[in-house]
């Protein structure tokens, strides 16, 4: 099976504009998480989707959003960016859909750098 | 406030000996937790994880301790080999029946030969 695969790899913005990060889970799987990773703050859970529909969110501003659709493919979107928000960013696909207790498969992050 | 705590930022471990990796939770309605490595630039990868029922579970070389009156784990690794150096990160998900994991900041464990 092929694994999680994220799209684009690699971004430079600039303060205030948005961005649109891609992941497509591993087939079967219903389940697709967002990660934020920086350097001080280890991995923050950002939000969780099942079935199109947004299943748990983390702490964090409305600026970040996300979306699912019906293949299990997921969008991540961050508008009016700030300098923080360079990190990796990580998407995580999750099993059939035995929820709480599923490792979660991880892609190899979106590095987004905000100048 | 951090649920999961990695206490150790990082590891020194010689080859062959045992590298021991230790996490600390405070949210007990956690019960099932999860270690997961980490190379640069890449995805964690899962590496392996135990449930709340148990105190230990074991996958080759990698074995994980459960003490949930401690409220602490730890994860193994006998013999460690140069590959094993990679951050580990410790994860933990309530019964919430969400799959929200709860990550700790991570070690990083280097394997000198």
């Known amino acids: 099976k092929a694994g999680v695969t994220q799209t684009p790899r690699y971004l430079i913005k600039t303060r205030g504009q948005q961005v649109t990060l891609s992941c497509s889970p591993i087939?079967?799987?219903?389940?697709v998480s967002w990660y934020q990773q920086t350097p001080g703050q280890g991995l923050q859970f950002l939000f969780e989707y099942f079935s199109e529909t947004q299943r748990n969110k983390g702490n964090f501003p409305g600026r970040f959003s996300g979306r699912q659709f019906s293949n299990s493919r997921s969008e991540m979107n961050v508008s009016t960016l700030e300098l923080g928000d360079s990190a990796l960013y990580l998407c995580a696909s999750g099993g059939q859909g035995a929820p709480g207790y599923d490792e979660q498969y991880f892609g190899p992050g979106t590095r987004l750098t905000v100048t | 406030d951090q649920q999961v705590k990695q206490n150790s930022p990082s590891l020194s471990v010689q080859e062959g000996r045992i590298s021991i990796l230790n996490c600390d939770y405070t949210?007990?309605?956690?019960?099932?937790f999860l270690w997961y490595k980490k190379y640069p630039a890449e995805g964690p990868t899962f590496l392996i994880s135990?449930?709340?029922?148990?105190d230990k579970n074991e996958d080759g070389r990698f074995t994980v301790f459960l003490n949930k009156s401690a409220k602490h784990l730890s994860l193994h690794i006998v013999p460690s080999q140069p590959g094993d150096s990679a951050v580990y990160f410790c994860?933990?998900?309530?019964?919430?029946?969400?799959?929200?994991?709860?990550f700790g900041k991570g070690t990083m464990l280097l394997v000198s030969p």
């Open positions: 949210n007990s309605m956690f019960d099932y």
């Open positions: 994860a933990a998900s309530a019964n919430s029946g969400y799959s929200t994991l709860t």
């Open positions: 135990i449930s709340s029922i148990k």
């Open positions: 087939s079967g799987h219903r389940s």
